[in-house]
C-alpha cells in the first residue's frame, strides 16, 4: 500500500482560475508535510511546507492540512501558465535521528492560457 | 547561499560498469539524503547521511552505496549496473533542525 496518494492528472485550469492539487497519507503519525514544484527535466522546487491543522497561506499558494483526515490540498490562485508543473506531495514521519520522507507520484498540472 | 550542487550532470554507462555520483550540499547542511527518479516509481530514497554516518535506508539492493565527507559531502556509488538503474538521481540536503530539504540539479543516469 502506498504511503501517500495523489492523482496523476493530468489537472488542466485555465489562466486565472484556482488550481486544488490533493494528497492523503497512510500514517498517522505524520508530523510534517511539504509541496514540491518540479517542472520537466528539473529537479523539485520547494514551494510549501506545513506541520499544524488548517491553513497556511503564501503569495498565490495556500497549504491546507487535516491531520485527522490524513489530507493535505494545495490550493493555487490566479494560476498562470508558468504553473504547468508536476506537484509532489511529500509527508515525513519520525523524529530526530530517525526520520522518513515518502513522495507521492506527483499531479501534473496544465494551466491553460 | 549556494544551492545544492552534483557532479556530474549526465552520465552514459554500460551494464555491469560501476558509478560514483558527487553531491555537496548547501553550506551548514549536515543531512544529505539520495533518491532515484523514474517514469513508473516516482521518487525513491535510497539513503540519508548525517555527520558521515547514514542514518536511513530505503529499499535498494547493496549495490548502491554512499558515504559522507567531514565536510558534509556524499558520494553515492552503483555497482554492476543493470538497465534499470537508469534514473535520475537527486541529492538534497537539509538543517538536522529542520525537516524541509533542498535538491540539487540531479544526475541523469543512462545504462546501456
Known amino acids: 500500500q502506498k504511503e501517500v496518494e495523489q492523482n496523476s492528472g493530468p489537472l488542466s485550469v485555465p489562466e486565472g482560475a484556482i488550481a486544488s492539487l490533493n494528497c492523503t497519507y497512510s500514517d498517522r503519525v505524520s508530523q510534517s508535510f511539504f509541496w514540491y514544484r518540479q517542472y520537466s527535466g528539473k529537479s523539485p522546487e520547494l514551494i510549501m511546507s506545513i506541520y499544524s491543522n488548517g491553513d497556511k497561506e503564501d503569495g498565490r499558494f495556500t497549504a491546507q492540512l487535516n491531520k485527522a483526515s490524513q489530507y493535505v490540498s494545495l490550493l493555487i490562485r490566479d494560476s498562470q501558465p508558468s504553473d504547468s508543473a508536476t506537484y509532489l506531495c511529500a509527508v515525513n514521519y519520525g523524529s530526530g535521528g530517525y526520520q522518513k520522507v515518502t513522495f507521492g507520484t506527483g499531479t501534473k498540472l496544465q494551466v491553460i492560457p | 547561499k549556494a544551492g545544492v550542487t552534483q557532479t556530474p550532470r549526465y552520465l552514459i554507462k554500460t551494464r555491469g560498469q560501476q558509478v560514483t555520483l558527487s553531491c555537496s550540499p548547501i553550506s551548514g547542511h549536515r543531512s544529505v539524503s539520495w533518491y532515484q527518479q523514474t517514469p513508473g516509481q516516482g521518487l525513491q530514497f535510497l539513503f540519508e547521511?548525517?555527520?558521515?554516518?547514514?542514518?536511513n535506508k530505503g529499499n535498494f539492493p547493496g549495490r548502491f552505496s554512499g558515504r559522507q565527507f567531514s565536510n558534509s559531502r556524499s558520494e553515492m556509488n552503483v555497482s554492476t549496473l543493470e538497465l534499470g538503474d537508469s534514473a535520475l538521481y537527486l541529492c538534497a540536503s537539509r538543517l538536522d533542525s529542520n525537516n524541509e530539504q533542498f535538491f540539487g540539479p540531479g544526475t541523469r543516469l543512462t545504462v546501456l
Open positions: 547521511y548525517f555527520s558521515e554516518t547514514q542514518r
